[in-house]
């Protein structure tokens, strides 16, 4: 495996970005890589990145500029943009005398290695992909309490309860996303390869608390879900009592039509 361009240097930043929904990698093909799975290629002056095809990137060691000429070189490929990113920075230094470890919000690595650097990437990447939805799974709860209260209302509105299930289906397609594609909780294909850095990728999982918002996030999910599932229902149940009405009323309406053709004919 190559060499990182961070030989010569004891401090490396890192920012990962959530860039949109995905990223077309096939599309990539003009870069010099350094690593696949996660892929990671050569940037800027002495720079790196990681790409992940869930849309998320993580950048190594850029400037502001090499960073925005990175990033419009990128946008073509990245399909649904957010407007405003999810981002995180980290802070990396080398320390070959301690063990490798998060300390003050920093991470103290061995050498910046590229299945270091790949493992970093993993952790950060996912990290900004559980800030992203944990905050649109606010917005949601925020919407559900009122509604829920709504439901013992008569006068509740019809269009109020088909908006809120609109943005409950979007919301559920965030379980497929985080299981399905971003693989949460599953470690990283470079472990494979290098088992001893065991250790350090659960360090970083720990930091970043991956698995308890990952099980957050999931409990929300289901509580949305049921409560999707009731307000359908209720829906239902409504519109079947409406039809049942209607049945009832002209049952009537026929039979003072016949007392009427009766009544007539006397």
Excluded at 156 to 162: A, C, D, M, T, V
Aim: proline share 3%; with cysteine.
């Amino acid at each position: 495996m190559q060499k990182t361009p961070f030989n010569h240097t004891d401090t490396l930043k890192a920012q990962a970005l959530f860039l949109g929904q995905e990223i077309n990698l096939q599309a990539w093909e003009n870069c010099h890589r350094l690593a696949t799975l996660p892929l990671m290629v050569t940037t800027g002056e002495h720079g790196c990145a990681v790409l992940l095809g869930y849309g998320a990137v993580v950048l190594f060691g850029l400037d502001s500029v090499e960073k925005v000429a990175f990033l419009s070189q990128l946008s073509p490929i990245v399909s649904s943009s957010f407007a405003d990113p999810e981002t995180e920075e980290v802070e990396m230094h080398i320390s070959r005398t301690e063990g490798e470890r998060v300390k003050d919000g920093k991470i103290f690595l061995q050498e910046f290695s590229i299945e270091r650097l790949q493992i970093v990437a993993d952790l950060l990447a996912k990290s900004v992909v559980l800030s992203h939805y944990e905050t649109s799974l606010a917005t949601v709860f925020d919407q559900i309490e009122p509604f829920a209260a709504s439901l013992q209302r008569e006068n509740r509105s019809r269009r109020q309860s088909r908006e809120l299930l609109r943005q409950l289906g979007t919301t559920l397609l965030v379980q497929h996303k985080i299981v399905g594609r971003v693989e949460i909780i599953d470690k990283p294909e470079v472990l494979w390869e290098s088992p001893q850095l065991e250790h350090l990728y659960q360090r970083l999982e720990d930091e970043y608390e991956i698995r308890e918002r990952h099980h957050a996030l999931e409990r929300k999910l289901e509580l949305i879900s049921q409560t999707a599932q009731t307000v359908l229902e209720f829906m239902q149940h409504s519109s079947s009592l409406r039809v049942e009405w209607y049945v009832v009323i002209l049952i009537v309406v026929e039979i003072l039509l016949s007392l009427y053709d009766i009544f007539l004919q006397a």
